[in-house]
């Protein structure tokens, strides 16, 4: 019974679904009998095979087929017989069994192919050129193309490269027996088509007089319509199939095409949207690009017209016999031609124009011209660019509209929705190659078109493809409309992008169009017009909306490990940045965030899509309110509600701890809004005027943003993900930055409650001690602080170690897999190195393949450097060509050595990539928890009010404590070991980045530091200057001060922040960061100046001599670390930029100062003396500062610099020769005589001292002379005083001083002493310290 037994087939073909089963049924098929069907040998022929066996299938086939064929060449008058319907039903069962099993198992379909008695695909295409039903035609078309198919069910399995290898090849053979069979006619020349090779068989040449090569007309339609309209297929789909109203077979053969055509391993997938097609893209290993060559132009471009002339331009015209077979048409077509555009490399013709390689005998030029015109996916682009039938026939299956796309179900939906996702795709495809391929391919085709060795026409006009969308603009609409597709995702996400892709375009950036809005017309964005006008406006909004509303997980690709390293291997994924989403929801809200910051830059003028979607006013976006929830809904609506998500609960149900992507993404577009000029205002005051935005954000952000290694004791977990990490580290940054502007611009309006409220947030508690008193000087934490602006430093420091920690174990675990232990080339050194995260990365592989891994260093999105693993991939490989060409891979070891050397490169690479981007959020985050610490402890410093001065006083201190001992530490990460996964010392990369971090930290300590020493003084704690000391009071009486007030803090915690400082400027990252320590140096004076007037003004005696004496002790501990601050502010005076000289000379003073309580000789004098810097400050005065100091006293100086390194130098001078010690040592180095000899004393300008210079910026001239003049009398005065009156020396010299400058003296006196002149203090100050001098000199004299 033949509905038996088609019954059982079919029933073996749904057994047969899967890569187990399939080979089940291959082994099953392929044996010698069937006792199910025949239960005894004896009851079968000899000749007859089972009925349920390969042989049987392919038998029948051979079978039917010549007797067909020797019927065909009987008697034409002798009628020949149909094949009966019930063997064409029995036929296709067993067509589709073995089309399935073929399908999963690549074991089959191997077997099957190379078996010589069945010759499977040859005896079906034999079979397909007889007269038999169109249904049974298409079954063969369909198994064949189950041959050449490269499905995820071959590419699932372990041996999935090899698998891809196999079918490429069968793929290419299956194209030439297509080819042989002329299925497709393609050419007439039927005597060079029998001359021409069969597959895998030598060539045949041509006859001397045959000339095959005809000339390529690209865009206008087939060069060989004549011969397609001969017979073949051609013949049965025009007068077989349209006239029954239903395709098969034409379906079939195009599947046929598509199956064919496989999209490379080494380029990104058709459905990959984020890729560069340019730079991702590879030719077809499954396409002969020498198809044909000896009888026509070589390559599958014929067929490729078939699809498009003869299927995809009229499957509108035809009629159908059910109505929704046409989608299928289309579902079928569009998969070819987006195969064809998939497959279409311009990535080798880039690189050829890039380095303008147009030599005429340059042969790979030529053959990638040659490949370039003739591949399908050139014929594509062409027709489409000239805006042919072809663009029309496009747009016209997306006027199905989004509602048919919605509603459709079963078959007949899917052919639609992958019909409008394929249009889609392909649209978006054009529009990132048209710029390449008319600006670089196009100009180098036309000028190299005579090494093609054929003519070439193209059209006479090819634009781009927005120019040919702003004359339909409908189309425009309708696509933007998809956005509310909510059958498919990937719809969504192709309708975004291409939309991204149309805003940046200058052509729809245009402004010229008006759109009414009342009574008002509007001239605004082209692309903003269209779709305000159009009557789908709003539901194009809507669709945005519900886009970013809709949830999904936010799962990232980093959790597969091996897949990622197999990317990178290809050169897809070089780190953490372009690590893409795994969810299609996920995808398509970065998308349209992305969409939003781009259209957000100041280089596009408002009102943009962006500022269209997210609800700004069209008329005037920079002062019109945003709309109300309630009136209208917008993005930026959808966006705040994402960000609300756990409000009020800092923990995981928070957006950025559940989607840290998403959420860095939102944090980032509310940055751009509130700092931009257009939008920041109105954005600002929406987000006051619904609640206090950036408190509840900061509040409801958890503290930390991965549980400590520490505490857990575990491995690192998924949490711990350096992407999840990564993206934590963004997001905060840009939520801090934000907060920080908010912050500021509170202050500015003078919003004290709203200042108050964030400001006393950061400063409160955040209930992380790790004891329970509380107390700030306990040593529970990192930062032995409890003060949320801390405890938010510290969560960074911890997230940034422990991803690191699991970064590091991700490598090694990488290279256990990768690199074996039986690797040859790894000696102990690499051993060391391969166990060893970040040293030398690439360094032992890149030696051996003799490549440059740092040509690869590119800059990536957010400004970090990491290696282009793309590039990268590529050297090795040409790297790995060179040696074998050079026949240096002879051997396998050989082989092996060079393939291994290629993973270690590609491996080191890719972490060290993670590593650099890891460092750079790391920073990023640190920078903006910079700026809010800096915004907090300045304007917004006065708006806290934190329980009175000692609040004050003590939350100052806890600041400077807090970050003064990060940066004391010499591995500011890793310090003391995160977990028993960090094992390894930081590498010298790794401290020179922890370096640059701690310079751009180092501001922030001396602005914490600064309010400290603030905080002293307003509280009184500080003396005051003798001037405001002596101010009369109200009556004529003397002020009565308020009573100085000890501090509040203790003297323990007070000493150890001192000797941290001291520490800090020290370390390893001080030495190598002139920036970094003069920011210590700075802060140590503040600290220094509160130390020393603390004690001065203590009222305990004890606690005076314990504030100095601690910190003498600190300096002369067993470190000498006195000696060595002294050294090293010593020589920063000496060779150093002018401001920190300046800073190192104050620093200086104050220690002098500080060492001045002991009674022994002064330390600084004795170091400074011991390492000769006496002789070099001297001497720097007359060599190196009296040119400069000259300058400063021009009229209109370009710089005082020279003056204020002068006044700290002499400041300096003055401090020390308080002390004989001092003043001997000076005075030995010639202080005196450099003062004789400077020009710049005698530089005493004539203008009167008696003018006033209050409000002018730079002093005027008298006064620059005057702060020069008086350090050299005083600190003369003070040599006379000091060394006394038997040093003869001392006194010849200043005797001489006098001479020399005795016309500056002289006129100085003069001026004092005229009666019609106007005294000033700082004529009577100069004059009574010349008159002092002399009267000394003279009086040794006498």
Same mark, same amino acid.
């Given at each position: 019974?033949?509905?038996?037994?088609?019954?059982?087939?079919?029933?073996?073909?749904?057994?047969?679904?899967?890569?187990?089963?399939?080979?089940?049924?291959?082994?099953?098929?392929?044996?010698?009998?069937?006792?199910?069907?025949?239960?005894?040998?004896?009851?079968?022929?000899?000749?007859?095979?089972?009925?349920?066996?390969?042989?049987?299938?392919?038998?029948?086939?051979?079978?039917?087929?010549?007797?067909?064929?020797?019927?065909?060449?009987?008697?034409?008058?002798?009628?020949?017989?149909?094949?009966?319907?019930?063997?064409?039903?029995?036929?296709?069962?067993?067509?589709?069994?073995?089309?399935?099993?073929?399908?999963?198992?690549?074991?089959?379909?191997?077997?099957?192919?190379?078996?010589?008695?069945?010759?499977?695909?040859?005896?079906?295409?034999?079979?397909?050129?007889?007269?038999?039903?169109?249904?049974?035609?298409?079954?063969?078309?369909?198994?064949?193309?189950?041959?050449?198919?490269?499905?995820?069910?071959?590419?699932?399995?372990?041996?999935?490269?090899?698998?891809?290898?196999?079918?490429?090849?069968?793929?290419?053979?299956?194209?030439?027996?297509?080819?042989?069979?002329?299925?497709?006619?393609?050419?007439?020349?039927?005597?060079?088509?029998?001359?021409?090779?069969?597959?895998?068989?030598?060539?045949?040449?041509?006859?001397?007089?045959?000339?095959?090569?005809?000339?390529?007309?690209?865009?206008?339609?087939?060069?060989?319509?004549?011969?397609?309209?001969?017979?073949?297929?051609?013949?049965?789909?025009?007068?077989?199939?349209?006239?029954?109203?239903?395709?098969?077979?034409?379906?079939?053969?195009?599947?046929?095409?598509?199956?064919?055509?496989?999209?490379?391993?080494?380029?990104?997938?058709?459905?990959?949207?984020?890729?560069?097609?340019?730079?991702?893209?590879?030719?077809?290993?499954?396409?002969?690009?020498?198809?044909?060559?000896?009888?026509?132009?070589?390559?599958?471009?014929?067929?490729?017209?078939?699809?498009?002339?003869?299927?995809?331009?009229?499957?509108?015209?035809?009629?159908?016999?059910?109505?929704?077979?046409?989608?299928?048409?289309?579902?079928?077509?569009?998969?070819?031609?987006?195969?064809?555009?998939?497959?279409?490399?311009?990535?080798?013709?880039?690189?050829?124009?890039?380095?303008?390689?147009?030599?005429?005998?340059?042969?790979?030029?030529?053959?990638?011209?040659?490949?370039?015109?003739?591949?399908?996916?050139?014929?594509?682009?062409?027709?489409?660019?000239?805006?042919?039938?072809?663009?029309?026939?496009?747009?016209?299956?997306?006027?199905?509209?989004?509602?048919?796309?919605?509603?459709?179900?079963?078959?007949?939906?899917?052919?639609?929705?992958?019909?409008?996702?394929?249009?889609?795709?392909?649209?978006?495809?054009?529009?990132?190659?048209?710029?390449?391929?008319?600006?670089?391919?196009?100009?180098?085709?036309?000028?190299?078109?005579?090494?093609?060795?054929?003519?070439?026409?193209?059209?006479?006009?090819?634009?781009?493809?927005?120019?040919?969308?702003?004359?339909?603009?409908?189309?425009?609409?309708?696509?933007?409309?998809?956005?509310?597709?909510?059958?498919?995702?990937?719809?969504?996400?192709?309708?975004?992008?291409?939309?991204?892709?149309?805003?940046?375009?200058?052509?729809?950036?245009?402004?010229?169009?008006?759109?009414?809005?009342?009574?008002?017309?509007?001239?605004?964005?082209?692309?903003?017009?269209?779709?305000?006008?159009?009557?789908?406006?709003?539901?194009?909004?809507?669709?945005?909306?519900?886009?970013?509303?809709?949830?999904?997980?936010?799962?990232?690709?980093?959790?597969?490990?091996?897949?990622?390293?197999?990317?990178?291997?290809?050169?897809?994924?070089?780190?953490?940045?372009?690590?893409?989403?795994?969810?299609?929801?996920?995808?398509?809200?970065?998308?349209?965030?992305?969409?939003?910051?781009?259209?957000?830059?100041?280089?596009?003028?408002?009102?943009?899509?962006?500022?269209?979607?997210?609800?700004?006013?069209?008329?005037?976006?920079?002062?019109?309110?945003?709309?109300?929830?309630?009136?209208?809904?917008?993005?930026?609506?959808?966006?705040?509600?994402?960000?609300?998500?756990?409000?009020?609960?800092?923990?995981?149900?928070?957006?950025?701890?559940?989607?840290?992507?998403?959420?860095?993404?939102?944090?980032?577009?509310?940055?751009?809004?509130?700092?931009?000029?257009?939008?920041?205002?109105?954005?600002?005051?929406?987000?006051?005027?619904?609640?206090?935005?950036?408190?509840?954000?900061?509040?409801?952000?958890?503290?930390?943003?991965?549980?400590?290694?520490?505490?857990?004791?575990?491995?690192?977990?998924?949490?711990?993900?350096?992407?999840?990490?990564?993206?934590?580290?963004?997001?905060?940054?840009?939520?801090?930055?934000?907060?920080?502007?908010?912050?500021?611009?509170?202050?500015?309006?003078?919003?004290?409650?709203?200042?108050?409220?964030?400001?006393?947030?950061?400063?409160?508690?955040?209930?992380?001690?790790?004891?329970?008193?509380?107390?700030?000087?306990?040593?529970?934490?990192?930062?032995?602080?409890?003060?949320?602006?801390?405890?938010?430093?510290?969560?960074?420091?911890?997230?940034?170690?422990?991803?690191?920690?699991?970064?590091?174990?991700?490598?090694?675990?990488?290279?256990?897999?990768?690199?074996?232990?039986?690797?040859?080339?790894?000696?102990?050194?690499?051993?060391?190195?391969?166990?060893?995260?970040?040293?030398?990365?690439?360094?032992?592989?890149?030696?051996?393949?003799?490549?440059?891994?740092?040509?690869?260093?590119?800059?990536?999105?957010?400004?970090?450097?990491?290696?282009?693993?793309?590039?990268?991939?590529?050297?090795?490989?040409?790297?790995?060509?060179?040696?074998?060409?050079?026949?240096?891979?002879?051997?396998?070891?050989?082989?092996?050595?060079?393939?291994?050397?290629?993973?270690?490169?590609?491996?080191?690479?890719?972490?060290?990539?993670?590593?650099?981007?890891?460092?750079?959020?790391?920073?990023?985050?640190?920078?903006?928890?910079?700026?809010?610490?800096?915004?907090?402890?300045?304007?917004?410093?006065?708006?806290?009010?934190?329980?009175?001065?000692?609040?004050?006083?003590?939350?100052?201190?806890?600041?400077?404590?807090?970050?003064?001992?990060?940066?004391?530490?010499?591995?500011?990460?890793?310090?003391?070991?995160?977990?028993?996964?960090?094992?390894?010392?930081?590498?010298?990369?790794?401290?020179?980045?922890?370096?640059?971090?701690?310079?751009?930290?180092?501001?922030?300590?001396?602005?914490?530091?600064?309010?400290?020493?603030?905080?002293?003084?307003?509280?009184?704690?500080?003396?005051?200057?003798?001037?405001?000391?002596?101010?009369?009071?109200?009556?004529?009486?003397?002020?009565?001060?308020?009573?100085?007030?000890?501090?509040?803090?203790?003297?323990?915690?007070?000493?150890?922040?001192?000797?941290?400082?001291?520490?800090?400027?020290?370390?390893?990252?001080?030495?190598?960061?002139?920036?970094?320590?003069?920011?210590?140096?700075?802060?140590?004076?503040?600290?220094?100046?509160?130390?020393?007037?603390?004690?001065?003004?203590?009222?305990?005696?004890? =606690?005076? *001599?314990?504030?100095? %004496?601690? &910190?003498?002790?600190?300096?002369?501990?067993? $470190?000498?670390?006195?000696?060595? @601050? !002294?050294?090293?502010?010593?020589?920063?005076?000496?060779?150093?930029?002018?401001?920190?000289?300046?800073?190192?000379?104050?620093?200086?003073?104050?220690?002098?100062?500080?060492?001045?309580?002991?009674?022994?000789?002064?330390?600084?004098?004795?170091?400074?003396?011991?390492?000769?810097?006496?002789?070099?400050?001297?001497?720097?005065?007359?060599?190196?500062?009296?040119?400069?100091?000259?300058?400063?006293?021009?009229?209109?100086?370009?710089?005082?610099?020279?003056?204020?390194?002068?006044?700290?130098?002499?400041?300096?001078?003055?401090?020390?020769?308080?002390?004989?010690?001092?003043?001997?040592?000076?005075?030995?180095?010639?202080?005196?005589?450099?003062?004789?000899?400077?020009?710049?004393?005698?530089?005493?300008? =004539?203008? *009167?001292?008696?003018? %006033?210079? &209050?409000?002018?910026?730079?002093?005027?001239? $008298?006064?620059?002379?005057?702060? @020069? !003049?008086?350090?050299?009398?005083?600190?003369?005065?003070?040599?006379?005083?000091?060394?006394?009156?038997?040093?003869?020396?001392?006194?010849?010299?200043?005797?001489?001083?006098?001479?020399?400058?005795?016309?500056?003296?002289?006129?100085?006196?003069?001026?004092?002493?005229?009666?019609?002149?106007?005294?000033?203090?700082?004529?009577?100050?100069?004059?009574?310290?010349?008159?002092?001098?002399?009267?000394?000199?003279?009086?040794?004299?006498?």
């Amino acid at each position: 019974d033949i509905g038996l037994v088609r019954g059982y087939y079919n029933m073996l073909s749904s057994l047969a679904c899967g890569a187990q089963a399939s080979v089940c049924a291959h082994e099953f098929l392929g044996a010698s009998e069937n006792k199910l069907m025949s239960p005894s040998r004896a009851h079968v022929a000899s000749n007859q095979a089972p009925r349920c066996s390969w042989q049987a299938l392919f038998g029948a086939l051979s079978h039917y087929a010549s007797s067909m064929r020797q019927k065909d060449s009987a008697d034409a008058s002798q009628k020949t017989p149909d094949l009966p319907d019930g063997e064409a039903a029995l036929l296709r069962s067993l067509l589709r069994l073995c089309r399935t099993t073929v399908r999963y198992s690549i074991v089959a379909r191997m077997s099957l192919y190379e078996n010589a008695e069945y010759n499977a695909v040859v005896t079906m295409f034999d079979f397909l050129g007889c007269a038999i039903p169109v249904s049974l035609k298409a079954s063969l078309l369909d198994t064949i193309a189950a041959f050449g198919e490269l499905g995820p069910e071959i590419l699932g399995g372990g041996e999935a490269d090899n698998a891809r290898q196999l079918v490429d090849e069968m793929a290419r053979r299956i194209w030439a027996i297509l080819e042989q069979s002329q299925t497709l006619p393609t050419t007439n020349d039927v005597d060079a088509l029998r001359q021409a090779r069969p597959f895998g068989m030598e060539r045949v040449p041509l006859l001397p007089d045959r000339t095959p090569q005809r000339g390529i007309s690209i865009g206008r339609g087939s060069g060989n319509r004549q011969l397609l309209n001969r017979g073949g297929i051609v013949y049965e789909l025009e007068e077989v199939e349209a006239a029954a109203e239903t395709y098969p077979e034409m379906r079939a053969f195009v599947r046929l095409i598509s199956s064919l055509i496989h999209v490379s391993n080494s380029a990104a997938a058709l459905s990959n949207l984020d890729r560069d097609p340019i730079l991702y893209s590879a030719p077809s290993p499954s396409i002969p690009m020498d198809l044909g060559e000896s009888y026509r132009t070589p390559g599958i471009t014929p067929y490729l017209v078939f699809v498009l002339e003869s299927v995809m331009l009229k499957a509108e015209q035809r009629s159908y016999q059910y109505s929704t077979e046409k989608w299928s048409v289309y579902a079928v077509s569009l998969d070819a031609i987006e195969r064809s555009l998939g497959t279409l490399d311009l990535s080798g013709l880039v690189a050829e124009a890039g380095e303008q390689r147009l030599s005429r005998t340059d042969s790979g030029l030529a053959n990638s011209l040659r490949a370039l015109v003739t591949h399908p996916g050139f014929e594509i682009v062409i027709r489409i660019l000239c805006g042919s039938k072809l663009l029309d026939a496009l747009l016209n299956i997306l006027n199905v509209g989004v509602d048919e796309v919605n509603m459709s179900t079963g078959d007949v939906g899917e052919c639609i929705n992958q019909s409008v996702l394929c249009t889609l795709r392909i649209l978006l495809r054009i529009l990132r190659i048209q710029e390449t391929l008319l600006r670089t391919v196009i100009p180098l085709l036309l000028e190299s078109s005579d090494m093609l060795g054929f003519p070439l026409t193209l059209p006479r006009s090819l634009t781009t493809l927005e120019q040919l969308l702003l004359s339909r603009r409908q189309s425009v609409v309708q696509i933007v409309t998809y956005v509310s597709c909510t059958s498919s995702a990937d719809i969504c996400l192709a309708t975004i992008k291409i939309l991204h892709i149309l805003s940046d375009s200058a052509v729809f950036n245009g402004i010229d169009d008006q759109v009414a809005r009342g009574a008002d017309m509007l001239t605004v964005n082209r692309l903003v017009g269209m779709i305000d006008r159009s009557e789908e406006s709003v539901r194009i909004v809507h669709g945005f909306i519900n886009c970013l509303g809709v949830e999904d997980d936010d799962s990232v690709a980093e959790s597969r490990e091996v897949a990622l390293i197999s990317e990178a291997a290809k050169g897809f994924t070089s780190g953490l940045e372009d690590q893409q989403s795994t969810g299609p929801a996920q995808s398509i809200r970065l998308a349209i965030i992305d969409l939003l910051l781009a259209n957000l830059t100041p280089t596009k003028p408002a009102p943009t899509i962006a500022h269209y979607l997210l609800g700004f006013s069209l008329t005037r976006p920079a002062s019109d309110d945003l709309p109300d929830p309630s009136q209208r809904a917008t993005c930026l609506h959808t966006i705040l509600d994402l960000l609300r998500e756990g409000h009020g609960e800092a923990g995981p149900s928070s957006l950025i701890a559940k989607r840290p992507r998403l959420a860095e993404r939102c944090y980032h577009l509310m940055y751009h809004l509130c700092s931009d000029a257009v939008t920041g205002d109105v954005t600002t005051r929406f987000l006051r005027g619904r609640e206090n935005f950036f408190y509840s954000q900061l509040s409801s952000t958890p503290m930390a943003i991965v549980p400590d290694l520490r505490v857990l004791g575990e491995e690192p977990q998924s949490v711990h993900s350096p992407i999840r990490v990564y993206a934590q580290l963004h997001g905060r940054s840009w939520l801090w930055r934000s907060s920080a502007l908010e912050l500021h611009t509170l202050v500015l309006q003078d919003a004290r409650s709203r200042a108050k409220l964030i400001g006393e947030w950061l400063v409160g508690d955040a209930e992380q001690t790790e004891d329970g008193d509380g107390s700030v000087f306990s040593g529970g934490s990192i930062l032995d602080s409890r003060m949320r602006i801390l405890a938010m430093f510290d969560s960074l420091r911890q997230a940034y170690r422990d991803s690191s920690s699991a970064l590091q174990r991700q490598q090694r675990v990488a290279e256990l897999e990768y690199l074996r232990s039986d690797d040859s080339m790894m000696d102990e050194d690499d051993d060391e190195g391969a166990a060893s995260f970040g040293r030398g990365k690439a360094s032992l592989g890149a030696e051996l393949l003799n490549v440059d891994v740092n040509s690869c260093i590119v800059t990536n999105e957010r400004g970090c450097a990491v290696y282009d693993l793309h590039a990268l991939v590529a050297l090795l490989r040409q790297a790995e060509q060179a040696l074998d060409q050079g026949g240096q891979l002879g051997s396998a070891g050989a082989r092996q050595r060079v393939f291994l050397a290629i993973r270690r490169v590609v491996i080191r690479s890719y972490f060290g990539n993670q590593e650099r981007e890891l460092h750079y959020a790391y920073a990023s985050a640190l920078r903006g928890w910079k700026e809010l610490a800096e915004i907090l402890v300045t304007s917004a410093w006065n708006k806290i009010d934190s329980q009175g001065r000692a609040g004050c006083e003590r939350t100052a201190f806890q600041l400077l404590r807090g970050l003064v001992r990060v940066l004391s530490e010499n591995d500011p990460v890793f310090a003391g070991g995160a977990s028993k996964w960090c094992m390894e010392p930081p590498t010298a990369e790794q401290e020179f980045r922890h370096a640059e971090l701690l310079t751009a930290l180092a501001p922030t300590l001396t602005l914490f530091a600064e309010r400290l020493s603030q905080e002293w003084t307003r509280a009184g704690v500080l003396t005051r200057a003798s001037l405001a000391m002596n101010k009369p009071g109200a009556a004529g009486q003397a002020r009565v001060m308020p009573p100085a007030l000890d501090t509040q803090l203790p003297v323990e915690p007070l000493l150890d922040t001192w000797r941290m400082l001291v520490c800090a400027a020290l370390t390893p990252a001080a030495a190598a960061s002139l920036l970094l320590r003069g920011n210590v140096y700075a802060a140590m004076l503040h600290v220094l100046g509160g130390i020393r007037k603390l004690g001065e003004s203590s009222s305990s005696a004890g =606690q005076k *001599s314990r504030l100095v %004496s601690g &910190a003498l002790d600190i300096l002369a501990d067993s $470190a000498a670390l006195g000696d060595r @601050l !002294l050294e090293a502010a010593s020589a920063d005076a000496a060779d150093s930029s002018d401001a920190w000289k300046t800073v190192a000379f104050s620093l200086l003073n104050a220690l002098a100062s500080l060492f001045a309580v002991e009674s022994r000789p002064n330390r600084v004098v004795m170091l400074l003396a011991r390492k000769n810097f006496f002789a070099s400050f001297v001497g720097s005065i007359l060599h190196r500062e009296d040119h400069a100091i000259q300058a400063a006293l021009q009229p209109d100086p370009a710089s005082l610099n020279a003056l204020y390194i002068y006044e700290a130098k002499m400041s300096f001078f003055l401090r020390i020769a308080q002390r004989s010690d001092g003043a001997e040592r000076l005075l030995e180095n010639g202080i005196i005589d450099v003062l004789a000899d400077c020009a710049f004393l005698d530089l005493r300008p =004539q203008s *009167s001292h008696g003018a %006033s210079f &209050a409000d002018a910026f730079i002093p005027i001239r $008298a006064e620059r002379f005057h702060l @020069l !003049l008086m350090p050299a009398l005083n600190l003369m005065l003070a040599l006379v005083a000091r060394i006394g009156r038997d040093n003869l020396t001392l006194w010849m010299k200043a005797a001489r001083f006098v001479s020399q400058h005795h016309a500056v003296l002289e006129a100085i006196l003069k001026e004092a002493a005229a009666p019609a002149h106007l005294l000033s203090i700082a004529l009577l100050t100069e004059a009574k310290a010349v008159t002092s001098l002399v009267f000394f000199i003279a009086r040794q004299r006498a």
